[in-house]
């Protein structure tokens, strides 16, 4: 696979672009171009769950490394147990489809799931159809002073 290119799996379709498995309990994962913003044309794929429920996207901190993305903040969490933790937080350039995009990125420890979240999917035009599973375009809506 060419740096930066998508599989199959996320190709265009604009009846929504296919997730790369629909399995396990009916989740949808997907295979997502991940790149540091300081070199955006070196890219990894990566395959993340898209949750919809989870503000921001989880990279394994091991992946971010291999790109030389590095922490600038920290944040805390709460996990569905009530668990509150605290992960590094930086930016990456995301990949779907394509389009490249910068948003937030969780840098995941061990035992944490690959997450692509609402901001990067807003971020990218997405929004996941959740009874088809699939990613469907957002309308790029923008207002004009009257």
């Given at each position: 696979m060419k740096d930066g290119e998508m599989t199959s799996a996320s190709s265009a379709n604009w009846n929504g672009l296919s997730a790369?498995?629909?399995?396990?309990?009916?989740?949808t994962h997907l295979n997502v171009?991940?790149?540091?913003?300081?070199?955006?044309?070196?890219?990894?794929?990566v395959e993340l769950l898209v949750d919809s429920g989870a503000l921001y996207s989880l990279i394994p901190s091991a992946t971010l490394k291999k790109l030389g993305i590095k922490p600038n903040d920290k944040e805390s969490f709460i996990l569905a147990d009530g668990t509150q933790i605290t992960r590094r937080m930086?930016?990456?350039?995301?990949?779907?489809?394509g389009k490249r995009r910068a948003s937030p990125v969780i840098f995941g420890e061990k035992d944490d799931s690959a997450l692509l979240g609402v901001v990067t999917l807003e971020a990218l035009g997405?929004?996941?159809?959740p009874f088809k599973r699939v990613l469907r375009p957002l309308p790029m809506i923008l207002a004009r002073q009257v």
């Amino acid at each position: 696979m060419k740096d930066g290119e998508m599989t199959s799996a996320s190709s265009a379709n604009w009846n929504g672009l296919s997730a790369s498995r629909m399995t396990r309990m009916g989740l949808t994962h997907l295979n997502v171009g991940v790149a540091n913003p300081a070199r955006p044309n070196k890219s990894i794929t990566v395959e993340l769950l898209v949750d919809s429920g989870a503000l921001y996207s989880l990279i394994p901190s091991a992946t971010l490394k291999k790109l030389g993305i590095k922490p600038n903040d920290k944040e805390s969490f709460i996990l569905a147990d009530g668990t509150q933790i605290t992960r590094r937080m930086g930016d990456a350039i995301f990949i779907i489809d394509g389009k490249r995009r910068a948003s937030p990125v969780i840098f995941g420890e061990k035992d944490d799931s690959a997450l692509l979240g609402v901001v990067t999917l807003e971020a990218l035009g997405f929004a996941l159809d959740p009874f088809k599973r699939v990613l469907r375009p957002l309308p790029m809506i923008l207002a004009r002073q009257v």
